[in-house]
Structure formats: structure tokens, C-alpha cells
């Protein structure tokens, strides 16, 4: 039997978090029971909070924890839920001690741990992964890096997994990291199982086709924010670095530097970005060919446009359009981040 400890984080956690987990966990002890024949549950499930009762969503919901942080003597697994955006940052801090409890849990007791969403923001804290992969919701990635530089944070990834510690990048890709636990723990068979009770599609392994990128413009380097401005109001053009360079008169090395600084791209790569966030704008909302696209975005080498999209998407642009134009669709960041 594994003891697995759901976190309840205090603040605006997301409830999906929650209760996802906790379902599959649920699910699985009665597939292993029903199909595979095992007595008793394989997961002792509980619900571990900082106080017996925690409150969500401006009191919309309540969840009652079965055990708190001063109950739990050791632990197999802990899982992290995500924090809501609204106030991260405020957030983070009202869970503090879960700190130091799940540092304990992994020396003394070497316990397993997985963050899901923006709940590597309190396994970064942790330290545990200074130096290993993690994932995190795409939007969340920029103040991620700002926060813990010492963490080899991965944009395309859906689940990451090192040394017993996972994570999930955003929103609902936490049942893919589920699914990843259940098969690691329970086999393949389980998982499969899970994912058609669920519906939930096994091995989706990449983020980035979710991505809508953002330039950083949250820095105090004004040079360099003219510089995203006229690249982003330019997208058809070629744009050299040197040309950037002269423009904004400053020196190409220094130029690079400062850019990369302040946008944690080089101007090279976020050049790319913008173009290609372009061309996504145009797969999704138009019936333009991809060549016509191609060509709005400034590229002329239908084979390296392909390739250039593809590295960023994770998709080709053929099966990006074919997947997302659906009528026209507006999205909009959420400004919290």
C-alpha cells in the first residue's frame, strides 16, 4: 500500500487539482481490485492541509481534510495541486510551511513528490528541483524563470520526471501526469484502463501547441521594449540583429545580451516566436493556404517554415490548422500573469 498525500493548499487553489487526482486514485483501487484481483486498496489516499478545513473560491467551496500536516509522520507520494493566478505570489506565501513538510518527507522518508500546473511554484521553494527539469503552465513561465533561475525549467513538455520528482505543465494536463503515476506504479494495463474510463488521452507529451506566446515586456529596459514593439509591428519583414542593433544604437553584442536579459530570448528566437505566434493566428482564423500564411510572416523557405513551426508547435502547420480552425476564435491571456 502506498500512502499518498494530496495537498490542500491554503488561498485560490484549483479545485480540479483536487479532486482529479483523488478520483483516478479512487478509480484505480477498484480496477485493481475488480480486474486484477488485489484485496484491500493499493492507494491509502488522504487529504493533507495546514488547517482541517480549507475554503476555495471565495467560499464557493469547502474541502475537509483528513489529516493535516502535524498527522502525517511519512509519506510515499505528495501532490502538489495548482495555485490559481490571482495572487500567486500571496499565495505562496500562506502555504509556506508546507515547505519545510515535504522537504522532510524526501530526505528522511524519500518520498516520491508531483506538482501539477502552477504548483511548481511551492515544489520550487522546496529546492528539490534546483537543477532538474520542471514544468509549469505555459503562461506562468516567464515569472517562473524570474523566481527560481536555478531550476531547468522545460516549455514543451507535458510531464517531466526525475530522480522521484514530477511535474505537469498547465491546466488539465494534470491527468496526464496521473496517468504517468498509475502506469509507474500500478503498469501499463491500469493506465490504459484509466485513460478510456477518463477519456483522457494517454501519452500526449508535448505543451506547446497550447502555447500563445507573450513577448516579456515586465522588465526596465526601454531600448529593449521599443525593440520587441517594432519587431512585433513588423512581422513580415526580415529582421537582422544587426540591423535591430544599429536601429536602437547599441553595440550587437551588447544589444543580445540586454535582449535575452530582458525577454529571456535572443532576438533571433523571439523573432522567430513572433512570426510564428503570427502564422498560428492565421492557421486558426483564415482559409489562407500555408504558403500564403508562409508568406504573410515574412518566410520564403517552405521547408524551413515547416521546420521552424513545427520545433515551436509541436505540430506541422498542416495539422495545426486542421486541428484548431474551427470558426474564429479570440483568446486573451489572463492578465493576472
Known amino acids: 500500500m502506498k500512502h499518498i498525500s494530496i495537498l490542500v493548499p491554503k488561498g485560490d487553489a484549483i479545485l480540479s487539482s483536487i479532486v482529479g487526482p483523488y478520483k483516478i486514485l479512487m478509480a484505480t483501487n477498484r480496477f485493481l481490485q475488480q480486474v486484477g484481483g488485489a484485496t484491500g486498496n493499493f492507494f491509502d489516499i488522504h487529504l493533507v492541509g495546514i488547517d482541517p478545513d480549507s475554503s476555495l473560491y471565495d467560499g464557493a467551496f469547502s474541502i475537509h481534510c483528513d489529516s493535516t500536516l502535524n498527522t502525517v509522520e511519512k509519506t510515499d507520494l505528495i501532490i502538489i495541486p495548482a495555485l490559481r493566478p490571482d495572487n500567486l505570489i500571496e499565495d505562496m506565501e500562506k502555504n509556506d510551511p508546507y515547505i519545510s513538510w515535504i522537504v522532510k518527507q524526501r530526505i528522511h522518508h524519500n518520498a516520491e513528490v508531483a506538482s501539477m500546473c502552477i504548483g511548481a511554484f511551492i515544489l520550487a521553494q522546496t529546492g528539490l528541483v534546483n537543477g532538474k527539469q520542471c514544468a509549469t503552465h505555459w503562461a506562468a513561465m516567464d515569472l517562473f524563470r524570474q523566481l527560481f533561475p536555478e531550476v531547468h525549467l522545460v516549455s514543451n513538455k507535458v510531464v517531466t520526471e526525475e530522480d522521484g520528482i514530477y511535474t505537469s ?67 513580415p519583414s526580415k529582421i537582422s540583429v544587426e540591423a535591430l542593433a544599429e536601429k536602437f544604437a547599441i553595440s550587437r553584442r551588447n544589444f543580445v545580451r540586454r535582449f535575452k536579459k530582458a525577454t529571456q530570448n535572443t532576438p533571433s528566437q523571439y523573432i522567430q516566436r513572433v512570426k510564428i505566434e503570427a502564422a498560428k493566428r492565421n492557421l486558426e482564423t483564415t482559409q489562407q493556404n500555408i504558403n500564403e500564411v508562409m508568406f504573410l510572416v515574412g518566410y520564403s523557405d517552405e521547408k524551413a517554415f515547416r521546420t521552424i513551426f513545427k520545433k515551436h508547435v509541436g505540430l506541422s502547420p498542416v495539422a495545426y490548422k486542421a486541428k484548431y480552425n474551427r470558426g474564429r476564435v479570440h483568446f486573451e491571456t489572463l492578465s493576472s500573469w
Open 169 to 235: 505543465g498547465g491546466a488539465y494536463s494534470f491527468l496526464n501526469l496521473m496517468l504517468h503515476l498509475v502506469e509507474k506504479y500500478c503498469g501499463r494495463g491500469a493506465a490504459v484502463y484509466i485513460s478510456k474510463f477518463f477519456e483522457i488521452d494517454i501519452d500526449r507529451d508535448n505543451q506547446h501547441q497550447f502555447a500563445i506566446f507573450q513577448g516579456q515586456k515586465d522588465h526596465e529596459d526601454e531600448a529593449i521594449r521599443q525593440a520587441q514593439l517594432y519587431i512585433e509591428g513588423n512581422i
